[in-house]
């Protein structure tokens, strides 16, 4: 997986973001590899300890498959907590 990503920062503390995954994986059981672009969009903050993101992706193809939860769909929708150890 590669992740190439854009901030600009306009507002103090206040972060947008956008950019492309490049992701490849192998299908599991499988000799089969899968590959897929998503885009990516980010919004967060820059508190004076921590940095709260969230970040929308939506690619071509089905993030996974497996029998416990079946097929998934091609977005996907994370909320990310960043707390540095050094700051």
Do not use: C
Request: charged share 20%; hydrophobic share 40%.
């Amino acid at each position: 997986m590669l992740q190439k990503e854009y901030n600009i920062r306009q507002i103090p503390g206040f972060v947008q973001g956008f950019g492309l995954f490049i992701l490849s994986e192998r299908i599991a059981g499988s000799t089969l590899y899968y590959y897929d672009i998503p885009l990516v969009v980010k919004v967060g903050y820059d508190f004076n300890w921590f940095q709260v993101d969230l970040s929308y992706k939506n690619g071509f193809k089905r993030i996974y498959w497996n029998h416990v939860v079946g097929n998934t769909e091609t977005r996907d929708l994370q909320l990310s907590i960043f707390v540095p150890i050094f700051k």
